[in-house]
């Protein structure tokens, strides 16, 4: 095969496939290609979506039939807006080595919230050939403060942190540096739960507490830096506060000794403090794999969904019916808000075995008066 005309330099990377990201959860593949085919003939294009819910991931693959249309593209829609949101192009990397390596990948962190993807991509394309740029966003599409810029080379990514670390950009001083994986910073930094001064208190409302006794609760461990307990407008106690140790040690005995302890009745609880992102972090990544076990369960064919209940029949009484197949680990029917039966429920097997045997000997068997979908 003949190479293509006007080849990009970053043609490993997808020869005439580009990945655009940030789009609005409505943006179709019939709006993509009416926007690129501006550019030159589109071969395909493909929105990404949730396997299970199908709703747009927010990014797509627009793959050109000319190498050359697709560097056109790049060099002249990124930043564009589309449903008045500006899309984010780059070249098309579905090789995650390349991303992982790290190489060539800065992260800059204190970035004024006024500094958006085109602005941080104009500031530092001066330095070589950018593959990636993007400014965090939060869920209402605020600026987080921090952002990513990954260059084609290492000794572009070099320069970029020589010449931009410690400088102001909107009048407030940055920080650039190499990307590091999680992996890295733990071995580096350490977890923080490994490093971690200050600790919060919580659940001691009804004690009512004075800022010196909380504060004498905590001396005993060690040199207490900040004291403090959240009150309201009026000077009252929320049953909560923080306290900042000098070392790691005293906040580490503190939190030991002190959690689930009773004071004048309360039992409290004191843990690390989190900042708010941590906190969602951890959230999240739970809820992805609550997710992820729940998908899981779907394509083993253990999860059954079972509909045409009669009234009468509870959690109780599914599980009862179904338990004769094998190992249930969940039951339940749905209902409405007013408690009453949706008419259909859900069976989660232990193995795919049990499920399809279940299917087989339930599906149109008369429970109570009617014949059950399965």
Known sequence: MNSLPNQPTTGNYGIASLYCGDLDPDITEANLYDKFS??????SIRVCRDVVTKRSLGYAYINFQQAMDAERALDTMNYELIKGRPMRLMWSQRDPSLRKSGVGNVFIKNLDKSIDNKSLYDTFSVFGNI????????ERNQSKGYGFVHFETQDASDQAIQKVNGMLLNDKKVYVGRFMTRKERMETLGHPATRFTNIYVKNFGDANLSDEEFQQLFEPYGKIVSCVIMKDDGGKSRGFGFVSYETHEAAKKA???LNSSEVKTCKLYVAR??????????????YEKLKMERLNRYQQGVNLYVKNLDDVINDERLHEEFSVYGNITSAKIMVDEKGNTKGFGFVCFSSPDEATKAVTEMNGRIIVSKPLFV
Do not use: M, Y
């Open 38 to 43: 501006q550019a030159g003939p589109v071969a």
């Open 255 to 257: 939190v030991d000794a």
């Open 131 to 138: 593959l990636s740029c993007k400014v965090a966003h939060d």
């Open 273 to 286: 403090a989190q900042k708010k992102n941590e906190r969602q972090a951890e959230l999240r990544e739970k």
